[in-house]
């Protein structure tokens, strides 16, 4: 199984990006998928949440509203919109995939994970 994230960048407080996760190994539209981040000097920390039904996406409290998960199936990949950036959104962003399918991942830790890519940078600054 391999996750491997795209789109990271440099970007002005206020702008957006794209994220995306490509996955290979297994197919996405039998898996939760989830995005962290990890900033400097932070612990890892939970950004959203997608079901592997696609329903009801979950958000960590700072990021709704501004960021949201969506699902590729047919190109197996996951995407993270950001729009409204902050500066206190830099990070590197990772996805992660739960070990079994079909299983709903009931929290917001990374110990419901399995599978990790190896993140993309993101700094917002102006």
């Known amino acids: 199984v391999q996750l491997v994230e795209s789109g990271g960048g440099l970007v002005q407080p206020g702008g957006s990006l794209s994220l995306s996760c490509a996955v290979s190994?297994?197919?996405?539209?039998?898996?939760?998928m989830g995005w962290f981040r990890q900033g400097p000097g932070k612990e890892r920390e939970f950004v959203g949440h997608?079901?592997?039904?696609?329903?009801?996406?979950r958000y960590a409290d700072d990021v709704k509203g501004r960021f949201t998960i969506s699902r590729d199936n047919g190109k197996n990949t996951v995407h993270l919109q950001m729009n409204s950036l902050k500066p206190e959104d830099t990070a590197v962003y990772y996805c992660?995939?739960?070990?079994?399918?079909?299983?709903?991942?009931?929290?917001?830790?990374?110990?419901?994970?399995?599978?990790w890519g190896q993140g993309t940078q993101v700094t917002v600054s102006s």
């Open positions: 190994g297994l197919s996405v539209s039998n898996y939760d």
């Open positions: 992660a995939v739960p070990g079994t399918p079909f299983h709903t991942v009931v929290t917001d830790t990374p110990a419901g994970y399995h599978f």
């Open positions: 997608i079901s592997w039904g696609g329903v009801n996406p």
